[in-house]
């Protein structure tokens, strides 16, 4: 099945400065890869996902980039805010199902 | 719009024991899958549902049983409970399999 790695496994930055979280995968038949916040005693939420048909999408502060060559995707979060401070989970699937196979996730910590 | 509901939020049981825990979904989706969150393993995904059929499942035993009802509302029911059945257990739905799943805010279930 399919395998996500995430890392670094926790992450701290500077208010203001930018976040970036690498994600690699296994299997070349996915093509669909999300990316979720989780905050203390909540479920994961969505942020942001791409499809294997493009290289980049990008949503105010927050882009994701995708290299199906190499198998890995990353999440790039500018002008990082303390409201950003969460674990931030990666996915992928071959879609046309919801069977994700997370990356054990990644704590940010954005330091006032 | 309310987002997924799921009951109940935070449960003890003991070994031997089995638990029934319920999701209704956001108003409109049609497909319902539930994942198992744990420090150890993360999230796992353990099955789906699109109109009332189980259309995927995770490598989980066969204790782990779910169902889905008309109305798109699902249970999920582990019997013969283990120690390491707990675990936060996160329902998510979607207007259709393969699209943005946006999940709840978990049960927290505790096994002694």
């Known amino acids: 099945g399919e395998n996500v790695e995430q890392h670094p496994s926790t992450l701290s930055v500077q208010e203001g400065d930018s976040a970036v979280i690498k994600c690699t995968y296994s299997?070349?038949?996915?093509?669909?890869f999300p990316w979720y916040k989780q905050e203390l005693g909540k479920g994961p939420q969505l942020i942001i996902d791409?499809?294997?048909?493009?290289g980049e999408k990008k949503d105010q502060r927050i882009a994701v980039t995708l290299n199906k060559t190499a198998k890995h995707f990353s999440l790039h979060i500018t002008e990082t805010q303390p409201e950003d401070s969460a674990v931030y989970f990666c996915a992928a699937s071959r879609g046309g199902n919801n069977r994700l196979a997370f990356g054990k996730g990644n704590q940010v910590v954005v330091i006032p | 719009k309310a987002g997924v509901t799921q009951t109940p939020r935070y449960l003890i049981k003991t070994r031997g024991q089995q638990v029934t825990l319920s999701c209704s979904p956001i108003s409109g989706h049609r497909s319902v899958s539930w994942y198992q969150q744990t420090p150890g393993q993360g999230l796992q995904f353990l099955f789906e549902?699109?109109?009332?059929?189980?259309?995927n499942k995770g490598n989980f035993p066969g204790r782990f049983s779910g169902r889905q009802f008309s109305n798109s509302r699902s249970e999920m029911n582990v019997s013969t409970l283990e120690l390491g059945d707990s675990a936060l257990y996160l329902c998510?739905?979607?207007?259709?399999?393969?699209?943005?799943?946006?999940f709840g805010e978990g049960s927290r279930l505790t096994v002694l």
């Open positions: 299997d070349s038949a996915s093509n669909y």
């Open positions: 791409i499809r294997s048909n493009v």
């Open positions: 549902y699109f109109s009332e059929t189980q259309r």
């Open positions: 998510a739905s979607s207007r259709e399999i393969g699209g943005e799943l946006f």
